[in-house]
């Protein structure tokens, strides 16, 4: 199983970026897709997730009406576009996939994901 996201890179205050997490060695349309991310020393936090179908999505509030995650089972992957970006968005994302529904009404755990991609660096500059 492979997990490889893409798309982070430095950009100012009120950008926007599209991060992809391609998957490969599992049906991607079975699992559950979160966007997770890390600051430097801080823990790893839930940013969105996405039911396997598409259709039930939940958003912490720090990105809450700034950002859409998305998927296309298709083409085995998932995205997380974010606009109206902050220095405080400044992090490591991280895709992870789970192997079960989702109702999109609570964030996930980092410790209950089945699957992690390597991460993409996203830098926010002032």
């Given at each position: 199983?492979?997990?490889?996201?893409?798309?982070?890179?430095?950009?100012?205050?009120?950008?926007?970026?599209?991060?992809?997490?391609?998957?490969?060695?599992?049906?991607?349309s079975?699992?559950?897709?979160?966007?997770?991310?890390?600051?430097?020393?801080?823990?790893?936090?839930?940013?969105?997730?996405?039911?396997?179908?598409?259709?039930?999505?939940?958003?912490?509030?720090?990105?809450?009406g700034?950002?859409?995650?998305?998927?296309?089972?298709?083409?085995?992957?998932?995205?997380?576009?974010?606009n109206s970006?902050?220095?405080?968005?400044t992090?490591?994302?991280?895709c992870?996939?789970?192997?079960?529904?989702?109702?999109?009404t609570?964030?996930?755990?980092?410790?209950?994901?089945?699957?992690?991609?390597?991460?993409?660096?996203?830098?926010?500059?002032?």
């Open positions: 199983v492979q997990l490889q996201a893409s798309g982070g890179g430095l950009v100012q205050v009120g950008g926007s970026l599209r991060l992809s997490c391609a998957a490969s060695g599992l049906t991607f079975t699992y559950t897709m979160a966007w997770f991310r890390q600051a430097p020393g801080k823990e790893r936090e839930f940013v969105a997730g996405i039911h396997y179908g598409g259709g039930n999505t939940y958003y912490t509030d720090a990105v809450q700034r950002s859409t995650i998305s998927r296309d089972n298709s083409k085995n992957t998932g995205y997380l576009q974010m970006l902050k220095p405080e968005d992090a490591v994302y991280y992870a996939l789970i192997r079960r529904p989702y109702s999109g609570y964030p996930l755990r980092p410790d209950g994901m089945n699957y992690w991609g390597k991460g993409t660096l996203v830098t926010v500059s002032s």
